[in-house]
Each structure stands twice: as structure tokens, then as C-alpha cells.
């Protein structure tokens, strides 16, 4: 199983970016995924999860609104759209799915400030 998150950066308040996750190694559409972050001192939290079909997607209260998980099912990638980045936001987000075990991305860095 191999999980490669793509698309972080820095982004001013207000900005937006879009990251990837490039899926190998499984049975991609058979499992939901998930996008988590952990910041700086703090613990991972989970932000987006969705479905194997892509059919059902929750979210973390604090980017409802703001950020959208979606998946491709033929490219095996997931990704998350975060619009209206907050310096709340900045933290390193990491791609996950899980299936008897937890698999991990290596983690793609999102710095939102001015």
C-alpha cells in the first residue's frame, strides 16, 4: 500500500489549494479514505473522510463550508479542495485509509499565512 500526498505549499489568509492523493498497492474504490492533519504541539485530527463510491463524505466542524473531499476512483486519487484557508489551518495533512491496519501518506505541509 502506498499513500503520496501532493499539493501542499504556503497560501495567504483567505487563499486556497488543492491536494492530492495518489493511491497504490489495494483495492482503492473498495475502501473509504480520509484526509488528517496534525499541527504544531498538537494531536492529528481527522478533517474529510469518504466513501468508497464517493457517495458519503463527513467533515471536521471547523471546515465544513470551507474545504471538499472528493475521490477518482478510475485514478485511484482522493483529493481535498480547501477554500477560504485560515492561519488556523496550517498544519501537515496526511492521507489515510484503512483496512485490518492503518496506512499512512508521508504528509504534505500547509502553511496559511500573510
Known amino acids: 500500500v502506498q499513500l503520496v500526498e501532493s499539493g501542499g505549499g504556503l497560501v495567504q489568509p483567505g487563499g486556497s489549494l488543492r491536494l492530492s492523493c495518489a493511491a497504490s498497492?489495494?483495492?482503492?474504490?473498495?475502501?473509504?479514505m480520509s484526509w488528517y492533519r496534525q499541527a504544531p504541539g498538537k494531536e492529528r485530527e481527522l478533517v474529510a473522510t469518504i466513501s468508497g463510491g464517493g457517495g458519503d463524505t463527513k467533515y471536521a466542524d471547523s471546515v465544513k463550508g470551507r474545504f471538499t473531499i472528493s475521490r477518482n476512483n478510475a485514478k485511484n486519487t482522493v483529493s481535498l479542495q480547501m477554500n477560504s484557508l485560515k492561519p488556523e489551518d496550517t498544519a501537515g495533512y496526511y492521507c489515510?485509509?484503512?483496512?485490518?491496519?492503518?496506512?499512512w501518506g508521508q504528509g504534505t505541509q500547509v502553511i496559511v499565512s500573510s
Open positions: 489515510h485509509t484503512e483496512f485490518g491496519y492503518d496506512y
Open positions: 498497492g489495494f483495492a482503492f474504490s473498495w475502501y473509504g
